[in-house]
């Protein structure tokens, strides 16, 4: 295996034919209250919180909300949520958005929907494999110990996000002549950071938090609740090296970056966060909050206003 030092980042393992797009098999509307219902599991005690009042500012924006079914040439069956604004007279910039290990499509929609349809942005949500309406449970993706299942399962996550633009083509109601955004939160942000790197179509990306968790040299803290999951991550890393998204990154330089990470998050800590800001090509910001994993609304509110000023640059003239 090369070294990671001299190891460049090489994105053919998330190459595939892009025609023909994924189709739609169901189409159906959804009310705003479905979101809220659907978006409580299974991180239910985030609900509880009284800070997070996207779910009455979405019904404010007046989001027009569909549940799509699609199919991608393999045959693959991809569950996708579609939000935009209500007005259907125009087509509007597009955000692919990718949530996080054990969320799905509706909880990361509940919380930044509302905020880019404010704006005029609409967006393309999946449940990534064994997530949401998917087959299997969240812990199947990272293939049980075995780190070449691991692999698979990951790259084809990412090609499935590439697959999202492919189909955001297909929508009237999507403006992707300009490009389009990409927002990942956790596992989402480690996704999309190599999703976006192998795709130029991408023009703004936004991760929450993520980082590089640990060097490639060292081990996770055994005593870390995290344990598994950072060292299934690491594991994966010494194998295949394309999958980290601090050498992905790299390839992404001269296309604005947006990385957003919480001051007490004990799976992401901030040294690992700005490990990984470093190494990102330019340009790049980021923001820091006074809070763990799960970032408070003004991370949503910051990610939306950003990819605004790229995306929709007519609204700040």
Known sequence: MESPITHKWNSDFLSYPQTPPPKVLEERSLRV???????????????????????????????????????????????VLLVHPERTTSSYPVVILAHGFDSNKYQIAYWIAGELVSRGIAVLAPDLPFHGERKGHAPDIRGHGDTQIFYRNMTQAAIELRKMIDFAHTRSELDTTKGLGMVGYSMGSWLSSIAASADPRVKALVLMVEGTPVEET????????????????????KEYPDMRPSLALQAYATRPLLML??????????????RLFEKAGEPKEQKWYDAGHLLPPDAFY??????????KPENNQ
């Open 33 to 79: 209250e479905d979101l809220l219902e659907k978006a409580r599991h299974p991180m239910e005690a985030a609900f509880q919180r009284r800070d997070f009042p996207v779910h009455e500012g979405c019904r404010q924006r007046k989001c027009r909300l569909w549940r799509l079914l699609c199919q991608d040439f393999e045959g693959t069956e991809i569950p």
């Open 218 to 237: 060292e081990s996770p803290n055994p005593d870390s609740q995290f344990f598994g999951i950072l060292n299934d991550r690491l594991d994966l890393w």
């Open 261 to 274: 990470n919480g001051l007490r998050d004990r799976l992401i800590p901030p040294s690992t966060a700005k």
């Open 302 to 311: 910051d990610a939306s206003q950003w990819l605004e000023q790229i995306l």
